[in-house]
């Protein structure tokens, strides 16, 4: 049998009833009449020479035949979308998957500027298909240069030589304490830096340097290795932890958290946009430049 235009729409036909589970089910997907339906699996069942399914007052069920076509179709059709995605890149460079590792947390910060990069994108190049994933920050640095992503978006203590990075903007962070912690009710006054580092700590394990170091002395500390998992820790009363305002905010806002004016544990985290050095393929290059201005408007 070979295989025609006709036939492929059949297929396609066959494979929506299949999968809603009947043809009165089919229909608003497919926007077809019932009767323009059972045409067409009755035209699929006289092509191929095999009865496909049972239809009518008891319901709508396959045959074992009907089983096996179902396989075939689904096969056919999935691979000619999957090459029709691919003729698309050929035919527009704006085109195909650019797969963005982002860290977590970030979607609370006003300063984060991806969704209106994100909008820009689906007006000027709809073709392009962003694939948005979150990760640990020196997992998305390790994913880059092993070309297993496009873009990063985050801070990372460790750089490395075959990437470009390039600063969009400034993350602030501060020391909170959870609501049953012994400093919650404490008079800002009388907490010292001293007293603070007597108590626990949960930190981030991606840290090196001297943030880590500070952290590294009582084996009361706690390592995590996202920042939500380090607020839950910090919410419980029983931790210290340095949190981005920005996220930390919306639980000091209901007073499950306060911020404790540690100044020298304070600090601000570069947010930067990684990719490979070198010239990136236009869609990658594309989304990229979509990403800085957006963040660049807004300096």
């Known amino acids: 049998m070979k295989i025609s235009g006709s036939d492929l729409h059949l297929f396609r036909v066959f494979e929506s009833v299949v999968r809603n589970g009947g043809i009165s089910a089919a229909q608003m997907e497919l926007s077809l009449s019932q009767p323009t339906i059972s045409n067409h699996l009755t035209a699929l069942e006289r092509r191929l020479g095999v009865k496909l399914c049972e239809r009518g007052r008891r319901g709508f069920s396959l ?21 029709s995605a691919r003729l698309s890149c050929l035919r527009s460079a704006l085109a195909g998957k650019v797969s963005v590792g982002i860290v977590d947390c970030m979607a609370t910060d006003p300063n984060f500027r991806l969704s209106d990069a994100i909008a820009e994108l689906s007006e000027t190049a709809p073709e ?73 700590w949960v930190h981030r394990g991606y840290w090196y340097g001297m ?69 990136q393929a236009a869609n990658v290059a594309y989304v990229r430049d979509a990403i800085t201005k957006a963040h660049r408007i807004h300096l």
């Open 128 to 200: 392009i298909e962003l694939n948005l994933k979150i990760m640990r920050p020196n997992d998305i640095t390790k994913a880059v240069a092993e070309n297993e992503i496009d873009i990063g978006i985050g801070g990372s203590d460790i750089k490395v030589a075959s990437l470009r990075y390039e600063i969009i903007y400034r993350e602030e962070h501060a020391v909170f304490c959870g609501s049953a912690h012994p400093l919650f009710h404490r008079k800002q006054e009388t907490i010292t830096r001293a007293e603070c580092h007597g108590y626990p």
């Open 63 to 83: 045959t074992e035949e009907g089983r096996r076509v179902y396989e075939i179709g689904t096969e056919i059709t999935q691979m000619l979308d999957a090459n």
């Open 211 to 279: 943030r880590r170091q500070r952290f590294d002395n009582l084996a009361a500390n706690r390592v995590t290795f996202d920042i939500e998992a380090q607020l839950l820790m910090v919410l419980s009363g029983a931790y210290l932890g340095v949190l981005p305002i920005h996220f930390a905010g919306l639980f000091e806002q209901q007073g499950r958290l306060r911020r404790l004016a540690i100044a020298d544990e304070a600090y601000f985290a570069d947010i930067e946009v990684a990719t490979r050095a070198g010239e």
